[in-house]
């Protein structure tokens, strides 16, 4: 019989596991402290739950912890970890060591259904929505899970597309019972999906960063075809509808491609897209892909674009890019490789 996870799960959910058994009512709770506080892998491990009440959760339940089963190291010390998923599948997610943060990249997806020209993990197209307790795995089960700083919700998949998994992974990593981390160290990427977006910005206190990558409708939907059903005027309009005083962040993600969107024509509908709104602008070099006509723009053409927009009082810096030669850098990730062998 396949066991469920309790992993994943949130106190509603444990305190019914806990009635549903017939447990004391105090059992939710530490069950709960084992499931986010501790480092054990094990039902047996929870120490202060008697071994009769371990027995009864041992028969429908598992802890629920998958640990990476593969690892790749780049020159520059990011690492890219590969994790099971349900149904035999897989995820990656990347580790990003820096001076000052340690930023894990996680992924919310397999594959991915927005088919974005240059994205690797649109590419491999979409297999399945991972839970909550997958999105966390990656956090819970990484090696250098006790030296991350800062998580970004840009790996694989489209994270506004699987809100309900998106927003019960957020209730974990902040709330007290479970790893209690500040929002404000936490990234979501999204396309722009507006009921969704909508949603995360009146129940999350988390960042926002946007994928924008062009200013102009018809360029951006040639780079995005999401953009026919949530335009970038209609993304931004929403979100100037929100006050972004304060500490939650709101940033624009903008790859820039050779003699596409890296022109002067770009930095001033840029700046009259954004006028009004305390915001960043990421500008992003891009990392080819197969089967794609895009080059990226040059380092020079990047320098100059970013002093343009800042002069026009827009806050705007270039990403440094990491994790290039083991396939982690931005718009890299994918398994479709391993998915098609299993």
Avoid at 224 to 230: A, N, S
Wanted: proline share 4%; aromatic share 8%.
């Amino acid at each position: 019989m396949l066991k469920e996870k309790l992993f994943g799960k949130n106190p509603d959910e444990i305190k019914s596991i806990v009635n549903e058994l017939g447990m004391p009512a105090f059992t939710a709770k530490q069950i709960l402290d084992w499931l986010y506080k501790k480092d054990i892998n094990t039902i047996d491990e929870m120490s202060n739950i008697s071994a009769i009440n371990r027995a009864l959760l041992n028969e429908k339940y598992e802890f629920g912890i998958d640990l990476p089963i593969k690892h790749q190291e780049s020159k520059d010390g990011t690492k890219k970890y590969l994790y099971p998923a349900a149904n035999e599948r897989f995820i990656e997610a990347a580790y990003i060591p820096d001076e000052s943060r340690n930023t894990l990249c996680i992924s919310t997806q397999v594959g991915c259904k927005m088919g974005c020209l240059f994205c690797m993990t649109g590419k491999q197209g979409f297999q399945q929505q991972l839970t909550a307790g997958e999105i966390v795995n990656q956090i819970r089960s990484l090696p250098e899970r006790h030296q991350i700083t800062n998580i970004v919700y840009m790996g694989m998949g489209e994270p506004f597309d699987n809100l309900t998994e998106l927003m019960k992974s957020q209730e974990i990593l902040t709330s007290e019972w479970g790893f209690a981390m500040s929002p404000r160290r936490i990234t979501v990427s999204s396309i722009g999906i507006i009921p969704a977006m909508i949603t995360f910005l009146e129940e999350s206190q988390c960042h926002l960063a946007i994928s924008m990558h062009s200013p102009f409708d018809e360029e951006r939907n040639k780079l995005m075809p999401i953009q026919h059903v949530y335009a970038i005027n209609d993304v931004i309009k929403t979100l100037k509808e929100y006050n972004w005083h304060g500490q939650r962040r709101i940033s624009f993600e903008y790859i820039m491609f050779k003699g596409i969107n890296d022109t002067e024509q770009h930095v001033k509908e840029l700046a009259r897209l954004l006028n009004g709104m305390i915001c960043r602008v990421n500008l992003i070099k891009y990392h080819a892909i197969p089967n794609t006509p895009l080059e990226g723009s040059d380092r020079e053409t990047m320098y100059k674009f970013r002093d343009s927009l800042t002069a026009k009082g827009i806050f705007c810096s270039i990403r440094q890019s990491r994790g290039e030669d083991i396939f982690a850098a931005c718009g890299l990730l994918s398994t479709k490789e391993l998915v098609k062998k299993n």
